[in-house]
């Protein structure tokens, strides 16, 4: 069996070395893999945001199953691409995938079933801003909705900062998404379950 593993990142060169365990797996193909997985699979100089020109490459190396790591092209829909294409792939489709590219869509999920969250309000504007602050302690939580590499989070503790923060965001700091997300302060160890 040939699998073939989309990023490039600390966690696909992980999932190389676990997928080559399995004593029926023929070749792992990284698309495009990183400097750890060239040395115990095949990269492929490819960008993954394509997602016709990476189909063609999994067709060339007869990929039988192909596993997502990375969020960008998750929630760009590669896994409906691909299955639309008669390719098996691991990871969600884009619907789902906006659990972790939406932090809006996320926090509307669990407010809608009774998951518990920190208090929040989705914000388009400084009035909406406002709004939350008067009715929150601080230091409060400030979030770009969308997809920011690890950089959306800021933890403010003055009205000052949420207001700097907020303006960067509205201006397009990150691109994915120029509407924000307040939350109010919860302490304590951080865990994600995906």
Excluded: W
């Amino acid at each position: 069996m040939n699998i073939g593993l989309i990023g490039s990142g600390g966690r696909e060169h992980s999932l190389c070395i676990k997928i080559l365990e399995s004593k029926i797996v023929k070749k792992v193909i990284c698309f495009p893999g990183n400097a750890g997985t060239a040395k115990i699979a095949t990269n492929v100089d490819v960008d993954i945001l394509n997602f016709k020109k990476l189909l063609s490459h999994i067709k060339y190396y007869k990929i039988n199953l192909v596993l997502v790591g990375p969020e960008e092209p998750l929630v760009n829909g590669l896994v409906d691409f691909l299955k639309k294409n008669k390719i098996k792939a691991f990871g969600p489709c884009k619907y789902a995938a906006k659990l972790e590219g939406s932090k809006a869509f996320m926090k509307k999920i669990c407010e809608q079933n009774g998951i518990p969250t920190a208090r929040f309000k989705i914000c388009k504007n400084r009035v909406q801003i406002l709004n939350f602050m008067n009715n929150c302690k601080f230091p409060i939580v400030v979030k770009a909705n969308g997809l920011a590499a690890g950089k959306g989070v800021t933890i403010c503790k003055t009205q000052k900062q949420v207001l700097d923060v907020s303006s960067k965001i509205f201006k397009g700091k990150f691109k994915s998404s120029k509407i924000l997300i307040l939350e109010e302060f919860l302490e304590g160890e951080e865990a994600s379950y995906f």
